[in-house]
């Protein structure tokens, strides 16, 4: 498997850079580093901003930070850490509020293909962890110790999977027998619990997709570290700045515009995405990954603004 096949393109970066809106001195935090992609571009749209780089996945920060460190000298900064705990971070690192925040909460295919029980179209141990580092709880452990319930409970909620009980009968029956260490042997035991279709009205996807991807997110808490850093992310931006979120699932999308729309109401930010940006055919075309991506930005207002809606 090359490196070339599985280099990841990052999202909308265009978009991205519209409703960051760069400005020369400005201070940008992308707290979703994974390969440098989108950093890359805010860096090289203008010459004279800088940007704070975070990712909770020390690998990518170690391989990729670096070079472009040295190609950008000066003018990025790399941090380990998780974007849930961005308040104590900035704090800890003494930084101040900055001008604007991007959020890409999609998994790279780098990150797929490299991190352990990630995808099941390579056998590996089920870890799932995205940072091992920060984290005890494995997939393989999940699998071992849930009820039947809790495992139908999380394939059905985090991902939408229609056969969740099915699957979930069929782990507790299998684990029995054997444990179940392997992304093999739960991706052909999902196949075998999943109900046969005619190949015409097949989906398009893996039948195990939805489970690992159900997996990957109870592990990691996504769900559970967005709604802590939505908050955290107004805090840290000055009036004015900006804050861009991209999802590529539905429960990350409703999160984001859920948290947009309530502040918007109370006066604290403008919502700069009426309509939520996808990408466009061309794009779709030339990144398959990117068909599930969805923009949504906001902009703080001035506190004074805050203070005259809160008065009337």
């Known amino acids: 498997m090359s490196e070339e096949k599985f280099f990841h393109k990052s999202v909308l970066v265009e978009e991205v850079l519209h409703y960051l809106s760069v400005k020369p001195g ?3 935090l992308d707290v979703t580093f994974g390969s440098g992609g989108h950093t890359r571009a805010i860096l090289e749209k203008e010459p004279k901003c800088s940007v704070i780089a975070l990712d909770w996945d020390s690998v990518s920060l170690e391989t990729y ?5 040295e190609e950008f000298p000066g003018r990025l900064k790399l941090i380990w850490g998780s974007f849930s705990l961005l308040y104590k971070i900035l704090k800890k690192e003494k930084i101040g509020l900055v001008d604007g925040i991007l959020a890409d909460f999609g998994t790279s295919q780098m990150q797929i293909v490299q991190r352990p ?3 099941f179209r390579i056998d590996t141990p089920l870890d799932m962890r995205m940072s091992p580092g920060h984290q005890k709880l494995t997939a393989e452990q999940v699998l071992k110790d849930s009820s039947e319930l809790k ?16 699957i979930a009968h069929a782990i507790v029956r299998e684990r029995k027998k054997k444990w179940i260490k392997t992304t093999r042997q739960l991706a052909e035991i999902v196949e075998k619990a999943v109900p046969r279709v005619p190949r015409a009205k097949r989906e398009k996807i893996h ?4 489970v690992f991807q159900a997996l990957r997110i109870y592990i990691n808490k996504e769900l559970d570290n967005i709604h802590a850093f939505l908050p ?3 805090r840290a931006l000055r009036p004015g700045g900006r804050l861009v979120c991209i999802s590529f699932h539905s429960l990350e999308d409703r999160i984001v515009k859920n948290f947009f729309k309530e502040k ?3 006066g604290e930010v403008d ?3 009426p309509k939520v940006i996808v990408p466009s055919e061309d794009e779709v075309l030339a990144n398959p990954a990117s068909r599930s991506a969805k923009l949504r930005a906001i902009e703080v207002v001035d506190p004074k603004k805050i203070y005259e809606n809160r008065k009337v």
């Open 151 to 166: 495992l139908s409970e999380i394939f059905w909620q985090l991902g939408q999977e229609r056969y969740s009980r099915q």
């Open 207 to 210: 039948p195990a997709t939805r």
């Open 232 to 234: 955290a992310s107004l």
């Open 264 to 266: 918007a109401q109370i």
């Open 271 to 273: 919502i700069l995405t």
């Open 117 to 119: 029980g990630f995808s």
């Open 65 to 69: 930070g670096p070079l472009l460190q």
């Open 26 to 28: 400005g201070t940008y």
